[in-house]
């Protein structure tokens, strides 16, 4: 397959590289960068240094089977119906095609949506939950990394019905490189080192994507209290939810639920009793570790779901997406497990 | 004043000595270790070379105006009658005289309480919200630090009945000095560092304490979701809570209530609106942060504390209640800013 | 082929059950825990969950084609020869064949050698320096992380003469993981976090390991001075030497007896001038990044490599040797970038 | 006193304000910043909050009694004539008044010395080493970090002939904060953590400046190998030093030579034999710690001292300097232990 990625110097670019650069079906690779173009790859990241992988392209994209965008939003909607009508595979990594309305997305990315009309043709591509819409499919929203691990843990219990709507509180802790690699002073070590701190509280943009999967799944509109923490650690990722139950529903009514939904998966792991997940077990992987209790002081329902923002959260999932699309296996170039410690 | 610490070897117990050994009214520090007693404080704490702290004592507590217990819970309960049959005012920075019940202490601490008829004559020493119960009492039982932060945030919101006491989340994390020096696999460097996960879920031992102080401000007994959480740092403590508000109240009601019991607090610092807490921003100073909003969407309220687990969590706290024990101003040797970066 | 590993819950034990588990001709797994035996691997490492790993045997050793020994100094020579005479080929992460004299390794380690008459039938397992011994050899001795990046910049220099041999200086700094996970307040989270510290100054026991090796390549006894510092990270050792050139050498010498050395090396990364080595460059990967220059201030030269302490540094390397051993292709099952970032 | 701060909002600036606010002769503090006059010092650095510092002037320096300056270097320079006229001692944490030649200064610093006149007038603040030289005098030359920490450690030895001249080695490391506030990539959060490197190698600006003193300490020119290392964690600083010692020359003539040397200082601890300096001894505290052995295998000494790069590294030591200079006690406003852990 002849695969290309735009935006391949971003964090998310440059794990698609790793991760594509060892997928034995892509024989030829593609990579753009708007703002470093003519560059050596490796000289952009030295660690690159007899990789092989060569210059990066400017964005006039050639043909190719699969085109990963990796841009800040709006900079894929405008193209893409140029790529789709050159029958190129579009896996969108940023928020274009995440929410089915066009207004929902002005409304919180403050832009007008580039390519509306496309937003009926795009496959939210959270995989396990929506892996038969998936293949073969030609535009895929690969989904937020807090959306990931959101969704693979209230989905699947929203469409059993196990779960109460009404109070639904997702705590969410990211590791630093979810900021990507632009520089900031919230992303400057000496102020993020030995410190917690909650960000984009009741404002974050990857509220109507939660939102709008969770009303999918439930059958109902529902509204959500996101609130995202930054963790001075460089990758991982762990939600923690607190949701009430259904009158009668039991803790193993809950784990049975998630064990049917996960039968089989070859990236879900549902810890045993007792164990929780913690940032580092998924780190480097493409696997979810999930957990669950109920409270038995409260009733309440707590889940932990624990992936690594950059791979089942964006460049592994992407890549999920892409084997399911063309027909390899699924999880052809992203098996294995955690580095540890 | 003469002044003691059992346990002074402790994380919490170094803490206060550093702060005790700057504090004006302190001029002689009675300093105990059962563990290494007979050593150089500066053999234990390389960095006190210099300070003039001289021998770790055995346990046989000289006569003392104030002595702080920085021991395992269960050890100073077994002493403290005799503490204070000599005089000599006990603030206890362990679990023994934090809950009113010695019922729920055994349910929790899994031992017989040690000395269960001194816990009517115990305060516990949030001392912004008990200052008045605190003033020349005896035995001060100093709060634990995640009860300190989630108290701060939400006493006074409860007090005034502005928030429902139904559902109330209060996702907590903290830096892994919490846990003490003893060493173990969960606080090993390679399996902390570049992690992020809970513990003690639905299980931890600040769950009742938490409790019987928000269940006396809200005049009503309630139970909670609290799950603590392991940050990789150091020190540091914030927490997250979620709460609905009774029908009608505003953001600015909170706010106001907030601003109403914090007037004039050397120690509280509510933020401008926007500013959320960080745990650096209290890093090594007693100060604690708040920040609150509520969420359009939901209608629930969001607060975030943030404070140092060692100062305000612990040793400076402590220290702020025997400098009202004792009648010295309330600020005395523990005032300052945080070290940043 | 079918691979044993004993000591296979250790920090490079784990690491070589990850290389292994994804090495295509490895076809049957033994692993070994003298501690844990009977448990599940993934009962000691939940990350490991769903990956099909098994249990952990006793150290009752089937028959094997490789064996590798990632156990503490004295148990592995204790067993070799037993080992040796079933036809199994040993790779010894630990230190037990890596010195040749016996009596050398007495004096460091204080303990007698247990298997003093194979130690000339150990190889020692730097591949890049000594592949052609290695080829087909049964006993391994796995170098040192910190002798595998001193050796790679040294090596080469020392055996062209290029350097003197009076006033070498050896500056290294490691990640915490090479203290492997043993609990101890060396290693405890809050006391290595935000610090850095030298540790077994003019004693570390990889200094008559560099010796021996450095005398090796010079064609004469010398000595050098090793100092060993611990890093606030988990993963990652650089290595800074100063060393005097021999009269009349330049920078350009020096540089281009490295690329002859290294030419065609595919673990080997020499970086661009200016460019200077960084631990995260080598992170998750089997490759060593290199950099020189002479300084014209005072004419030294100085050298600086860095390497994954668990790759490079033990388990990458002792999979290269295997490959070397076996006859499969040197990088099979180790190759790829560092994980970034 | 009256005293101010250019550059008050940088992480230099910003330890002086923290030590000048509770140092009980300074009466009345003004503090500048050309890039955010105006605003509060708390909007800038929320943590400040409550502790009343006020608004951040321009920079029309009233008349004050002392000014410090930390500023990036020229700026200082320019100006120091002016105040200097005015009868303000200026304290320069700045590299314009460190080194004695306009020449060199040109060299390393790339711009005209725009006060060369002057040179001759400020004196080297490393205070322990030229305190008499610095009572009651007006212009200030604070030390770089860096060099804080090696002459330290080796003047003292080189005034007394202890060790040869001829190669000395400087291996450096530093926490972040040492960068600065200004965001780059190289201290971007992701690109910094979990990662060790060396940077400036052969040509970082202190190098000069190491130079010079030592030159003036020995009694003859010499030259350096200085390599400064980035850790990954906010503070500390801590050199290794290597250097040959003069014929006869034992460890023991080393350590007296320093206990002479700092006999009765507040701020220098020589740590007792086998105990190495940390950087987190230092943390948060002016003082410095130091160590030394002489390697038996090759008789070289080893150096060891670690300052804390904020403070005994820059604004501690400032402030040490204006207690000289002001006749105050030396460590007023600048005493205690390190924060622990």
Redesign the interface.
């Known amino acids: 397959m002849k695969v290309g990625v735009l935006g391949a110097t971003g964090?998310a670019g440059?794990?698609l590289v790793?991760l594509l650069?060892?997928h034995e079906e892509v024989n030829d690779l593609y990579l753009a960068s708007s703002s470093v173009a003519g560059e050596d790859y490796d000289s952009v990241?030295?660690?690159?240094?007899?990789?092989n992988v060569g210059i990066l392209q400017d964005e006039n994209v050639p043909d190719l089977d699969v085109l990963f965008c990796a841009l800040p939003h709006g900079l894929t909607a405008a193209r893409t119906s140029t790529f789709l009508s050159r029958n190129i595979k579009v896996i969108d990594l940023g928020a274009d095609f995440r929410l089915n309305s066009a207004q929902v997305y002005e409304e919180w990315y403050k832009i007008k949506h580039p390519a509306a009309g496309l937003l009926k043709d795009a496959v939210y591509g959270l995989t396990e939950l929506y892996r038969e819409q998936i293949r073969g499919r030609s535009l895929i929203a690969n989904p937020g990394c807090y959306p990931t691990a959101t969704l693979l843990a209230l989905v699947p219990l929203l469409r059993k019905n196990l779960l109460q709507t009404k109070?639904l509180?997702i705590?969410a802790?990211s590791?630093?490189?979810g900021?990507g690699?632009g520089?900031?002073?919230g992303?400057?070590?000496?102020?993020?080192?030995?410190?917690?701190?909650?960000?984009g509280?009741?404002s974050h943009r990857h509220?109507p994507e939660i939102?709008q999967e969770l009303s999918r799944a439930a059958g109902q509109p529902l509204?959500?209290?996101f609130?995202p923490?930054l963790?001075?650690?460089?990758?991982?990722m762990?939600v923690?939810i607190?949701a009430?139950v259904q009158d009668g529903v039991k803790e193993e009514d809950l784990r049975r639920c998630w064990l049917e939904q996960y039968n089989g998966e070859?990236f879900i792991?549902i810890?045993?009793q007792g164990?929780?997940?913690?940032?580092?077990?998924?780190?480097?992987?493409n696997?979810a570790?999930l957990q669950l209790?109920i409270?038995?002081?409260?009733g309440?329902a707590?889940l932990?779901a624990a992936i690594d923002n950059l791979i089942k959260g964006a460049a592994g999932q992407a890549i999920q997406n892409m084997n399911l699309v063309m027909g390899c296996p699924e999880s052809q170039g992203i098996?294995?497990?955690?580095?540890?410690?």
Chains 1, 2, 3, 4 share one sequence.
Do not use: C
């Open positions: 964090y440059q794990e790793r650069q060892r990241y030295p660690h690159w240094l007899g990789q109070f509180i705590d802790k590791g630093v490189s900021a690699r520089v900031s002073l992303t400057h070590y000496s102020e993020v080192n030995e410190n917690f701190k909650p960000y509280v009741a509220t939102e509204t959500v209290n609130t923490h963790v001075p650690m460089t990758r991982g762990l923690t607190y009430a070859e792991r810890l045993p164990t929780w997940p913690q940032t580092k077990f998924a780190s480097g992987s696997n570790f209790t409270d038995q002081r409260t309440n707590i932990v098996t294995g497990t955690a580095l540890w410690p």
